[in-house]
């Protein structure tokens, strides 16, 4: 990724033990596996947060918009960053989802459209 994006040349040997150097010493590696969801009054603090800051400055993204689409959408999060405005049907109140991720499946190879009513609501466009 150096060469493309910033045109470095790199030595590949030196950035393994780099990355070998970073996980004996612990400052990288995987991380703790979760099985905790955030409480109600978290989830508030957290919306209450990102709302205030997307107040403040409009090139802030709207993160407390894109977490209630998250929640209403039940959406894993390779399938909410893929979404596009053109996959949006603001009539039927659908969206497509064009990769699915389906547990059962290892990714299906047609796209399906999900009931969106709820979770566009959350970040639906004024000219929408």
Not at 102 to 128: E, G, H, M, N, Y
Request: with cysteine; charged share 25%; hydrophobic share 45%.
């Amino acid at each position: 990724m150096g060469r493309t994006a910033w045109g470095y040349d790199l030595d590949l040997n030196v950035v393994a033990d780099g990355v070998t150097a970073a996980r004996q010493l612990d400052l990288a590696g995987k991380s703790n596996s979760r099985d905790r969801r955030p409480s109600l009054a978290e989830m508030d603090a957290l919306m209450t947060h990102f709302a205030e800051a997307s107040a403040r400055d409009s090139r802030t993204l709207p993160i407390h918009k894109i977490m209630a689409f998250a929640i209403f959408s039940t959406r894993r999060q390779e399938e909410i960053t893929l979404t596009t405005w053109e996959d949006f049907n603001a009539v039927k109140m659908r969206q497509m989802v064009t990769a699915p991720l389906i547990p059962q499946f290892t990714r299906l190879d047609f796209p399906l459209q999900w009931p969106a009513a709820t979770s566009s609501k959350a970040v639906i466009r004024p000219t929408c």
